[in-house]
T-cell receptor, first 114, second 113 residues
Framework: GAGVSQSPRYKVAKRGQDVALRCDPISGHVSLFWYQQALGQGPEFLTYFQNEAQLDKSGLPSDRFFAERPEGSVSTLKIQRTQQEDSAVYLC????????????FGPGTRLTVL | SQKIEQNSEALNIQEGKTATLTCNYTNYSPAYLQWYRQDPGRGPVFLLLIRENEKEKRKERLKVTFDTTLKQSLFHITASQPADSATYLCALDRTGGYNKLIFGAGTRLAVHP
């Protein structure tokens, strides 16, 4: 079956622009995570959804970052007024339930802010 | 704060040898620890999970150990192959009950023919 997909794969934005990154999780997966991965680093947790409920957004770096999953499937991560420090790969992962279920990662969106 | 350390230097080994990667952590007592593989331009892929009450776990050529006293996990790949070349990430669960993970920076493994 299809895995987690993300779009776009690459995004170049001018500083100050708003961007929207999309994640299509595996069908039926309850849990959805967003991570930010800087070059040479491991993924860092941003936010977590259980179905449509955003249960944890403690990792979002600032109020310019906003995530939603309105129908409990597709999720969008929005970054307003992008800054150069926002440049990173944004990874989405989904898992069937919660607890220790395996997280399946998408390929990521590489965001470059000029 | 919780901290995970993985060897930042790349590990270069000869094909057929055993690769051993280290993950150390501080200021935390995780319920379980996971290892992932990440290839360039791709998302991490889950490999193994080991719980705090397990000393060792195996899967094919992979072996993971978990020493909660030393706060360390070792990840072994036996009979290594060039196809094993990738970055390997260690991840610990955080509080919350929903598999919220904190990742190490990863160790790059290069297996040479």
């Amino acid at each position: 079956g299809a895995g987690v997909s993300q779009s776009p794969r690459y995004k170049v934005a001018k500083r100050g622009q708003d961007v929207a990154l999309r994640c299509d999780p595996i069908s039926g997966h309850v849990s959805l995570f967003w991570y930010q991965q800087a070059l040479g680093q491991g993924p860092e947790f941003l936010t977590y959804f259980q179905n449509e409920a955003q249960l944890d957004k403690s990792g979002l770096p600032s109020d310019r970052f906003f995530a939603e999953r309105p129908e409990g499937s597709v999720s969008t991560l929005k970054i307003q007024r992008t800054q150069q420090e926002d440049s990173a790969v944004y990874l989405c992962a989904s898992s069937l339930r919660q607890s220790t279920d395996t997280q399946y990662f998408g390929p990521g969106t590489r965001l470059t802010v000029l | 704060s919780q901290k995970i350390e993985q060897n930042s230097e790349a590990l270069n080994i000869q094909e057929g040898k055993t690769a051993t990667l280290t993950c150390n952590y501080t200021n935390y007592s995780p319920a379980y620890l996971q290892w992932y593989r990440q290839d360039p331009g791709r998302g991490p892929v889950f490999l193994l999970l080991i719980r705090e009450n397990e000393k060792e776990k195996r899967k094919e050529r992979l072996k993971v150990t978990f020493d909660t006293t030393l706060k360390q996990s070792l990840f072994h790949i036996t009979a290594s192959q060039p196809a094993d070349s990738a970055t390997y990430l260690c991840a610990l669960d955080r509080t919350g009950g929903y598999n919220k993970l904190i990742f190490g920076a990863g160790t790059r493994l290069a297996v040479h023919p």
